[in-house]
Nanobody, 115 residues
Framework: QVQLVESGGGLVQPGGSLRLSCAASGNIFSINDMRWYRQAPGKERELVAGMTSGGITRYADSVKGRFTISRDNAKNTVYLEMNSLKPEDTAVYYC?????????WGQGTQVTVSS
């Protein structure tokens, strides 16, 4: 079994920054893909950023140049550095881990961008 625990969400003004963390525990394999998704009210969940254990990254077009994903494989932790935040970034952010064709989800952390 795998557990994912997110932290770092909160309220921030437009143009501000936040850093999300997601710590994975349990039966973690060395080869995996860790991702951040978000879901705004009334909208579908969307992929924000992902990073493989080999270091390959990908981003949604809406966050390129503003968000940076990174990970510490020794700690089984993935981070999402979010800069130049906009009101449209407001959502619940979910951590996701995929390994051996199985997907695991965290409980989500709220990010609210508002003045």
């Amino acid at each position: 079994q795998v557990q994912l625990v997110e932290s770092g969400g909160g309220l921030v003004q437009p143009g501000g920054s936040l850093r999300l963390s997601c710590a994975a525990s349990g039966n973690i394999f060395s080869i995996n893909d860790m991702r951040w998704y978000r879901q705004a009210p009334g909208k579908e969940r969307e992929l924000v950023a992902g990073m493989t254990s080999g270091g390959i990254t990908r981003y949604a077009d809406s966050v390129k140049g503003r968000f940076t994903i990174s990970r510490d494989n020794a700690k089984n932790t993935v981070y999402l550095e979010m800069n130049s935040l906009k009101p449209e970034d407001t959502a619940v952010y979910y951590c996701n881990l995929v390994q051996i064709l199985r997907a695991y989800w965290g409980q989500g952390t709220q990010v609210t961008v508002s003045s």
